[in-house]
């Protein structure tokens, strides 16, 4: 249209069109050129959508409560160990505490009834402990203590000859304190220390 018909027209009272608008912003349209459904604009052609306050590099936490009772398990058992620690100490500390009460009552049994002999000269060898010991006696002792009619007790470190009776007694306060108590009927050959003529020399070592 030239100016002057344009000019015309206003004077005649026509308004001239419109200017079409500007669109705000364009959809991101597919290979085909058609905009792709559920898009946002900002999201990226072939990204995979992230959950809301979903971090990159973060492991999936174990679904269930598979990990709770694992731990829970664990828990169990340590203070099952425990507790078996405890009551083994426990059982310890009993038995040590009726060792200790067992060895005093027979330590005031037998109180002034010893039957060493200071100048005896013979050694009666025996077994005790996993290893050989020894009690000096006299000839009569020895012919006594192989007949079963006297003893042997081990108390504070020492070898204490006593009657027969008392070892009895012994037998039921505190047996580990028996270091010989022979058998008059048992065979020889099981106690070969017995034989009087049986003679260990003193500067052996055992």
Known sequence: MSDSLRDQLLGLGFKPAPKPERPQGKKPVTPQGKPQPGRRPHEAAGKPQ???GHKPGAKPKPRGGEGMD???AYAIRAQHEKDERIAAEAARQEEARKRREARAKLTELVKDKGLNVAD???ARHFPYGGKIKRVYVTA??????NA???GVLQLDGRYL???AELVAQAADIFPQAIALR???NAPAEEDPYADPQYQV??????
């Open 148 to 150: 079963g009619e006297l």
């Open 70 to 72: 694992l731990a829970k």
């Open 201 to 206: 020399p003193d500067d052996l070592v055992w």
């Open 182 to 184: 022979v058998d008059p």
């Open 50 to 52: 992230q959950r809301p």
């Open 140 to 145: 009569e002792q020895l012919k006594a203590l």
């Open 161 to 163: 000859l006593v009657t």
């Open 120 to 122: 005896a000269e013979i």
